[in-house]
Structure formats: structure tokens, C-alpha cells
């Protein structure tokens, strides 16, 4: 074993290396790795065998740890060098500090005593893994100088130091590309049986840390309010995890902060990071050293998530063909998860389709199935909703002996909560049948108990209650902000008259009380009640039917039965449409008496 310094002739070198290279950093023990990363790089491409490389590596670090341990301890802001050459047959590694120590027997080849010792021990490994190991004291600075034997390093041609790279960058691709087909075909058939997708992200990520030797790597999807959560983590075992995944409730990030992840959310552009210690430490992807890649989730432009895959160590960084990679899994997880949201969309979509169902199911049930009929008059109504269930309601029910009773309403808006105020008035206005022979009574008490949710829930109600008493051959009516009731006198016919009964809106005023109002009903007479859906219907061009032209349709319309005046007056209505979607429910209640 030598410890002298050893003359080195100057060597035939490769074109694209420098005779020394090297780096300074702070004596910090938590940037070795990094540091010595650099040198091994440096082996590696000049050829030097991985076990030897090995060697050096670690000799190395005991050096670079002596550095700072004794030769920085005391100093402020100390720094320590790293320097590397190859020159004739030796490889030599120069660390300098600014300390003014020497080792004594630090350059010994026999073990300490102790083996447990720290002591001795980093001596004995650097004059074991190393040629030559020299301590000397310089200009104010410490440094040690290991060397390496490592034969007469060859002369290059470029041609040669070129077709060596290429063949170096062909045989990694090559690699990467096997890799990345396998990858691929897991992954295709992931996304056709993966039941979630979580399950689905969770295998993507698993495999990509095998595949890329990275460290960590987890997904964050967008929320419907635009922020991002974690969805799926996974880790390396060296790296504290356990390799599981990381689900549920998590930290929200907003896509304006300032972090890495949230940048590319916001942009929907990848972003390098090349030093993970140099970003803010506020940021999730600072790490003490180490690099990461982000990629975003995107679905015909719109970005879904991110994907961010880190790799503790340096050196290398990723390459084009692992980078292609994550680009090509970023892709597949932004069509799954366009996939997923899609499916939960179309699955609440069926359950609001089906409530509507049910809900169109229980109002179809409350419509009258037959009307009264008498030797004095005859009663039909009908319905057509505007969506699969609608605000309109209508009723007639037959009052013992003495006449019937016929209800129409309308629900301000439509669809299930339209319906449901609708039912909720039936309700109200079949409990109080002992009041039907006094329409303006039986709506003040229906307005007393419908107001507090009425009120509550900013809606009301228009309706109109009419009693037609056989005996006496009138019609007792009252109204809450209802359309007229039409009437259509019989014999030689006459005009239409409008029957006002005035009043408020049902939920509009908590105390209003409704007059009931009387008119005479003599034989021939006919009576219409309808909803607003019924003249303020559009054509293609945005016009409405309007109250006068709904009105002198009728008596024409009206030939034979109330059934068959009432489907033609809606063939006319759709016709009028130009057989378009109802925009508002459309009803009417008729009544023709003898």
C-alpha cells in the first residue's frame, strides 16, 4: 500500500471530459448522496466496471463524511469540494476542507480494536477500497487524495466516443421500450377490469415505480369545486412507506396556490423538477434531494388531475422513453377518470330518472280514473305534464247527493318539487270535503295550512274550487289568483264570459280570505277551468297562443263529448307548437250540463 503522492503523465483523454471535474456544496451531511452521485455518474460513463465503481463510491462518501464530521466542525457556513480525475492509470478523487486535522492513523489497513468504534473504521475502509490514500495540509485547507488504479485509460476517437453513445442511448431505449410495452399491456388490461377507479390509479402507480426504479408517485383529481385532492399514493419501501395506498380524506390543495402540482393543474402543461430541495419546503414535493416529473390528466382539453412521480436519487434523471411512459399513463388515467365521472353521472342520472318515475307513477295515481256523472251534467279533465311529472292538478269527486266538486291548480315551477306541492294541496283539499259546498271557505282553510311551507320554501299556488249543486242548478266557485273560468252559455249560444273570483295566490298573503262567488248553470251551459300552459304555449318562432285566440277556439272545438273537446284542444295546442317539448304543463277540467 502506497501513501505518497503519486506523479501522474498527462493522459489521452476523451473529447468531452475535463481533466478535473468537481463540485462544491455546504458541509452538510444530507447532500452527500447527491454529491457522490455525480462522481459515479462520471465512472460509470467512462466505462469503470459497476463493482469497482461500487468501491469507489463508497470510499468516497467515508471521505466526504471525515470532511465535514472533522475538518468543517466550528466553521461557519463551511464548504467542502469534490474533485475527480483520470490520468494514465489512475483515477484520483480529491476532497478538500477547510479544517487543519490530521488523521494520525487514517491511513491505516488494520481494523480498530473496537469494531464498534467510529474511529479507525472510515481509514481503514478508504486505504482498503482504494490504491493510495494521501492526507495533506494546503493554502489554509485540509485534503485528502484517494486514487484508483485503474489501468491505462484508452485513447478515443470521436467517431468512437460517438458510436459508443449512440450505442449506449439505442440499448437503453431498447430497455426502456420492453419496459414500457409490458407496462402498457398491464395497464390496458387494468383498465378493462379494474372495478374503481381507484384500484385502477393504485396499479398504475405500483407499477410505475417498478418500472421507472422511482420512489413515490401519487395522483390528485379535481373536485367539483375545482380544487384537488389526493386520490391515490404509493411508495417505496426504503422510502418509510409501505407500499399501500394512501386514500380519503386528504389536505386540499387550490388550484391557485403556488405549488408545483397546482401550477400544472392550473396550466395543464408538465413540469420538470430538477432539484427537489431547491422549492419551497411548503410545496408536497419537497423532498431534501431527489427529482420529480408532473404530468397532467387530460380528457378532450380538460385537465382532471395530475400525476407527479419522484425519484430520491439524482442521477440519473428520467429518461425520453420513461418520460413517454408517464405521458402515455397520464393519458389513460385522464380517460379513466373522464370514464369514472361519466359513469357516476349516467348512475345519478338513472336514480333521478327512476325518483321521476316513481314520483310521475304515485301523481298518475292521485288524477281521477272516472268523473262523476248525473242526469244534470257530465265532468271530464286532463293533464299533460311538461317534464314526467309537473305542478298542475286538477280533481273532481262527487259530494253525496248534493252536487260535485271540481279543483284546478297550478304549482309555481315544475318537475319533483312542483309535483310535490301538488300532491301536498289534494292532500289539504280532500280533508276538508265538508266544506266543499263553500269554495271561498274551503280555500282560506287549505291557504291557512299550505302557508308556512308555502312561505318557507318562496313558492305559491294559483288554484280555483268550484261546488255545481244538481238541485238548484248553480256554481258556487272561488279563486286564488287563478286564470278566469270560462263560460259558454248554451241554446243559441252567446258570448264567452269570464268568471273572476279574484283573491291572492295560495302562500302569498298568511291571512287572505276567498269569497266564494255563485252563478247560475242552466241546461247547455258548458264551463271551462285551465292552466296558463294552455294559451301561453309558443310556436317555433317564440309566439305565444294567447288568452283570446285559446278562447275562440273553443266553441268550435266543442262538438260532442267534454273527452273529445279536450283532445282537440290540445291536437291544436301541439300543432300550434309545431309538436315541440311542452314547456309548462297543460290542463284542462270541463264541465256540460243538461
Known amino acids: 500500500m502506497e501513501n505518497r503522492v503519486v506523479q501522474v503523465e498527462p493522459s489521452i483523454q476523451a473529447p468531452d471530459v475535463e481533466e478535473y471535474s468537481g463540485i462544491e456544496f455546504a458541509a452538510e451531511f444530507g447532500r452527500v448522496a447527491a454529491v457522490v452521485a455525480k462522481l459515479l455518474a462520471f465512472c460509470l460513463k467512462q466505462g469503470i466496471a459497476p463493482e469497482v465503481c461500487s468501491q469507489i463510491e463508497l470510499a468516497t462518501v467515508e471521505a466526504v463524511n471525515n470532511a465535514i464530521e472533522h475538518g468543517c466542525t466550528g466553521v461557519g457556513n463551511a464548504r467542502v469540494r469534490l474533485r475527480w480525475s483520470w490520468a494514465g492509470e489512475f483515477l484520483e478523487v480529491r476532497v478538500y476542507d477547510p479544517g487543519k486535522f490530521m488523521p494520525g492513523t487514517a491511513t491505516s489497513t488494520e481494523l480498530p480494536e473496537d469494531l464498534l468504534a467510529e474511529g479507525g473504521r472510515g481509514g481503514f475502509l478508504m486505504t482498503t477500497l482504494m490504491d ?20 491505462q485509460k484508452p485513447a478515443y476517437r470521436a467517431k468512437d466516443i460517438e458510436s459508443a453513445a449512440l450505442l449506449r442511448d439505442m440499448t437503453a431505449e431498447l430497455s426502456t421500450s420492453y419496459e414500457t410495452l409490458a407496462a402498457l399491456f398491464h395497464f390496458s388490461q387494468e383498465l378493462a377490469t379494474a372495478p ?26 379535481a373536485q367539483e ?9 404509493r411508495f417505496r419501501e426504503e422510502t418509510g412507506g409501505d407500499g399501500s395506498g394512501v386514500t380519503g380524506p386528504m389536505t386540499l390543495v387550490p388550484p391557485q396556490d403556488q405549488t408545483i402540482e397546482g401550477k400544472v393543474f392550473q396550466s395543464g402543461v408538465e413540469r420538470t423538477v430538477d432539484d427537489c430541495s431547491i422549492i419551497p419546503p411548503s410545496d408536497p414535493l419537497w423532498r431534501a434531494e431527489g427529482v420529480a416529473y408532473v404530468c397532467p390528466l387530460l380528457f378532450q382539453g380538460k385537465v382532471l388531475g395530475v400525476l407527479s412521480v419522484l425519484r430520491l436519487k439524482a ?9 413517454s411512459l408517464i405521458r402515455t399513463m397520464a393519458e389513460s388515467l385522464g380517460i379513466a377518470r373522464a370514464t ?31 268523473f262523476p256523472t248525473n242526469p244534470r251534467a257530465r265532468v271530464f279533465g286532463v293533464s299533460q305534464t311538461a317534464f314526467r311529472v309537473g305542478g298542475d292538478y286538477f280533481d273532481a269527486l262527487t259530494i253525496g247527493e248534493n252536487g260535485m266538486l271540481m279543483a284546478i291548480a297550478d304549482v309555481m315551477g315544475k318537475g319533483m318539487p312542483a309535483a310535490i306541492l301538488a300532491t301536498i294541496l289534494r292532500t289539504s283539499v280532500h280533508a276538508r270535503l265538508e266544506l266543499a259546498e263553500t269554495p271561498g271557505l274551503l280555500l282560506t282553510e287549505v291557504s291557512r295550512q ?145
Not at 225 to 233: K, M, P
Request: hydrophobic share 40%; with cysteine; proline share 4%.
Open 315 to 323: 442521477v440519473p434523471f428520467f429518461s425520453a422513453g420513461q418520460i
Open 340 to 370: 369514472m365521472l361519466l359513469q357516476h353521472q349516467r348512475q345519478a342520472e338513472q336514480r333521478a330518472i327512476r325518483e321521476l318515475e316513481i314520483a310521475a307513477e304515485i301523481q298518475q295515481s292521485l288524477v281521477p280514473k272516472s
Open 132 to 151: 493510495s490514500v494521501e492526507h495533506r495540509l494546503a493554502d489554509g485547507q485540509h485534503c485528502v487524495v484517494l486514487r484508483k488504479n485503474l489501468g
Open 196 to 221: 374503481t377507479f381507484d384500484q385502477f390509479a393504485g396499479s398504475v402507480l405500483t407499477r410505475l415505480i417498478d418500472v421507472l426504479s422511482a420512489n413515490e408517485a401519487n395522483i390528485l383529481v
Open 450 to 594: 299550505l302557508f308556512p311551507d308555502l312561505a318557507r320554501l318562496d313558492s305559491f299556488i294559483t288554484a280555483q274550487i268550484a261546488f255545481y249543486s244538481h238541485g238548484t242548478g248553480t256554481l258556487l266557485y272561488a279563486s286564488a289568483g287563478h286564470c278566469p273560468l270560462l263560460k259558454f252559455p248554451g241554446g243559441k249560444g252567446g258570448p264567452c264570459e269570464e268568471l273572476k273570483g279574484g283573491g291572492m295566490p295560495l302562500g302569498v298573503m298568511q291571512n287572505e280570505r276567498y269569497e266564494t262567488h255563485c252563478v247560475t248553470a242552466f241546461p247547455g251551459d258548458r264551463f271551462v277551468f285551465l292552466t296558463d300552459g294552455i294559451y301561453e304555449a309558443e310556436d317555433t318562432a317564440g309566439k305565444a297562443l294567447g288568452w283570446e285566440r285559446a278562447i275562440g277556439e273553443i266553441p268550435g272545438l266543442w262538438t260532442g263529448t267534454p273527452a273529445a273537446f279536450c283532445g282537440r284542444m290540445l291536437d291544436v295546442i301541439r300543432k300550434f307548437t309545431g309538436y315541440a317539448d311542452a314547456s309548462d304543463d297543460r290542463t284542462l277540467l270541463t264541465l256540460e250540463c243538461f
Open 225 to 233: 369545486d375545482g380544487r384537488l385532492t389526493l386520490c391515490c399514493a
